[in-house]
């Protein structure tokens, strides 16, 4: 990829600007706020200019063009694939690097698309940019990442470098262990469907003063959205699905962060789910009220009053987690979470019917490992093991299905083990796949280790290996 042009140090972004009048600048007004981040951290001048230098500069372009190519991704508006991407640069490079160093380059729409909630509960609409524009978008969080970041909160773990959703758990845990045993769950209503563009941009010009960078971001708000071939106008919200969007989101929500910090409360923040961890619930009725009050009057968000909640943590979920009643708390799969596993798994299921089994158990695999990679820190056990012999379960149903008549039924169970009078007697039960498959004679033709042998994961055996190897 022929990324050309200057390569300019960006002083602008590596250390503090020294030109006159730049402190009376940086004074901020009553309306913007908590402060940008705690009296005593060193942070990144705000008076940071020539980013766009550092944007378009190779070495950034290039990480920027392979993590694109990794996260792979569907076509935008234009139809242009990310495998197309790298002989499209070729031609084109040279003419966008001036757009966007001249500040004239306009982001194409971005291709609407609806995807169901968690649950089923809903639907959640994402914005898929362009793959260049993706490449642009992410080009930007690159730069603007390191000067946002370390003037972060240290409660906030959502899409951050070396933070994680498990971190925030852990944290979560020992709050409640700590007597804080009250949780202020807060959900805010379609946060990112919802975001002020003028809020957001206050915040994000805090810290950079490069006209050209804020242009960019301001057109990427507000690119037109197309669903049905029809392009409507956005004037608020940073649809999820650019690289640039959980950035944003942590830029303009940690006002929230430094206002919680101020107050002394002990919270947790991933993205847009936030819980605050109070000693009562009248403290936490309080503090809920208040924080609702200061996110609308400060940040122009609502909270959803009714997914939010004064509760008491082991009754609640957080990304995912669960924990039990305990003094000393231990973390638990949500039951949300596994009903969620399963409606997945489900799928698989219903695609396999004409399918051979280990093909099935070879597709779920990957799923399954990667929800157990996520669930590593879960402390409950037996919730994995009713996971494990629910699937065992679904696979005998399934082989079932697929034995069809009451002869074939009769002659494989035989095959594996079970008596002929009982063989045909379970083969003309006239019971249903999922009756039998729960019965003895189909343990018996298909047990344990029959699933073993087709690689069919273990979520308890897996968990224990994650466990013991961490």
């Known amino acids: 990829m022929n990324f050309e042009g200057r390569q300019d140090a960006v002083e602008g972004a590596e250390k503090p600007s020294t030109a006159k009048g730049s402190r009376r600048r940086n004074l901020r007004r009553p309306e913007d706020g908590a402060p940008a981040c705690p009296a005593g951290r060193d942070l990144p001048d705000p ?16 990480t920027a063009l392979r993590r694109v190519e990794a996260n792979k991704g569907a076509a935008g508006v234009d139809e242009m694939t990310v495998h197309a991407l790298r002989a499209h640069l070729k031609e084109q490079w040279p003419g966008i690097r001036e757009q966007l160093l001249a500040g004239t380059y306009w982001p194409q729409p971005v291709r609407g698309v609806e995807i169901p909630k968690p649950g089923g509960k809903g639907r959640r609409q994402l914005g898929i940019p362009t793959v260049v524009d993706r490449l642009i978008q992410q080009a930007v969080h690159q730069v603007l990442q390191p000067i946002f970041d370390g003037g ?24 409640v262990a700590s007597g804080r045993r009250w949780v202020v769950d807060l959900d805010l209503e379609k946060f ?4 002020n563009h003028d809020v957001l941009m206050a915040r994000v010009a805090r810290k950079v003063r490069d006209k050209r960078v804020l242009k960019l971001i301001g057109r990427y708000l507000q690119a037109g959205l197309m669903r049905e071939g029809v392009v409507r106008a ?17 830029i303009l929500l940690d006002d929230l962060d430094k206002e919680l910090e101020q107050r002394g409360h002990a919270f947790c ?21 208040s924080v609702t009050r200061y996110l609308w009057g400060r940040l122009k968000l609502t909270v959803n009053q009714e ?14 987690y669960s924990m039990t009643w305990h003094r000393k708390p231990r973390l638990t799969v949500a039951a949300a979470s596994v009903a969620r596993l399963k409606a997945k798994v489900r799928e698989f299921f219903r695609e396999g019917r004409g399918r051979s089994l280990g093909r099935v158990i070879g597709q779920i695999g990957p799923v399954l490992r990667g929800w157990v990679n996520y669930f590593r820190l879960a402390e409950v056990r037996g919730v994995l093991e009713d996971l494990d012999k629910w699937l065992r379960h679904k696979l005998r149903a399934l082989v079932w299905r697929q034995w ?20 045909w007697l379970a083969a003309t039960n006239g019971r249903g796949p999922w009756w039998n498959a729960g019965a003895s004679h189909m343990n018996t033709a298909l047990p344990k280790r029959f699933f073993d042998a087709l690689g069919l994961v273990s979520l308890l055996q897996e968990l224990r290996r994650l466990q013991t190897t961490a």
């Open 404 to 423: 069809k008549r009451n002869y074939a039924r009769a002659r494989n169970l035989m095959k594996r083990g079970v008596e002929q009078v009982r063989a």
């Open 192 to 195: 990112f469907d919802r975001v």
């Open 269 to 289: 923040r991933y993205a847009d789910d936030c819980n605050i961890y109070v000693r009562s619930q009248r403290a936490g009725e309080r503090v809920k009220g």
């Open 47 to 62: 008076q940071t200019t020539g980013l766009m230098e550092a944007v378009v500069e190779r070495e950034n372009m290039v």
């Open 307 to 320: 997914k939010s909640a004064v509760e008491r943590p082991w009754k609640r979920k957080f990304l995912g």
């Open 152 to 175: 972060f909160s240290e409660s906030s773990y959502g899409f951050r470098p070396g933070r994680s959703a498990q971190q925030a758990v852990v944290k979560a845990r020992e709050y």
């Open 234 to 250: 956005r004037t608020e919200g940073t649809p999820q699905g650019g690289p640039l969007s959980p950035l944003l989101s942590n």
